[in-house]
T-cell receptor, first 111, second 115 residues
């Protein structure tokens, strides 16, 4: 079946640096991917919709300059957390196409 | 906007028993999809079951079944013969098709199966 692969599964970075998270669709083309953020013991909150070949659509309250999304190909979307701060520490999850395909998630810790 | 409410933050059930998780939602749409997801400690989101709003018949998947009450906007999940591996967070989700397939998730229910 279709698989969405997310990398890395966890990352620790220093405050002020940038971190890139990749989301790949392994055996299908995904014109649309979604990025979610999940705080501990909380639900998934949609951050943005990534559209291949065009600008991402961000949810209200999400800083587009901090969370840069690039969807340059039909199998890859990337989320870059720029100038990361400790409050950006969270679990980030991507999904593609339809309801069954979620990535494994990335745990980001900013120190 | 769509909202999804799960009123049970935590639940527990004895192994082999049956448990029901509640979910209500609010929408003005007539055509939509509802889902239950399981998130074990690994944090991988796993689709448990889905229901199309236009179908009156309740969806079932082995030990998992739903009670879909469209008029009441209720979508509960019943887990029969609970197993230790069912211990996880369970999220109810709503999706309106043809709008980019965006999901709206409930706040989750933490289920513990007690041996």
């Amino acid at each position: 079946g279709a698989v969405v692969s997310q990398h890395p599964s966890w990352v620790i970075c220093k405050s002020g640096t940038s971190v890139k998270i990749e989301c790949r669709s392994l055996d299908f083309q995904a014109t649309t991917m979604f990025w979610y953020r999940q705080f501990p013991k909380q639900s998934l909150m949609l951050m943005a919709t990534s559209n291949e070949g065009s600008k991402a659509t961000y949810e209200q309250g999400v800083e587009k300059d901090k969370f840069l999304i690039n969807h340059a190909s039909l199998t890859l979307s990337t989320l870059t957390v720029t100038s990361a701060h400790p409050e950006d520490s969270s679990f980030y999850i991507c999904s593609a196409r339809t309801e069954a395909f979620f990535g494994q998630g990335t745990r980001l810790t900013v120190v | 906007a769509q909202t999804v409410t799960q009123s049970q933050p935590e639940m527990s059930v004895q192994e082999a028993e049956t448990v029901t998780l509640s979910c209500t939602y609010d929408t003005s749409e007539n055509n939509y999809y509802l889902f239950w997801y399981k998130q074990p400690p690994s944090r991988q989101m796993i689709l448990v079951i889905r229901q199309e709003a236009y179908k009156q018949q309740n969806a079932t998947e082995n030990r998992f079944s739903v009670n879909f009450q469209k008029a009441a906007k209720s979508f509960s999940l019943k887990i029969s013969d609970s197993q230790l591996g069912d211990t996880a967070m369970y999220f109810c989700a709503f999706m309106k098709p043809y709008t980019g397939n965006q999901f709206y998730f409930g706040t989750g229910t933490s289920l513990t199966v007690i041996p």
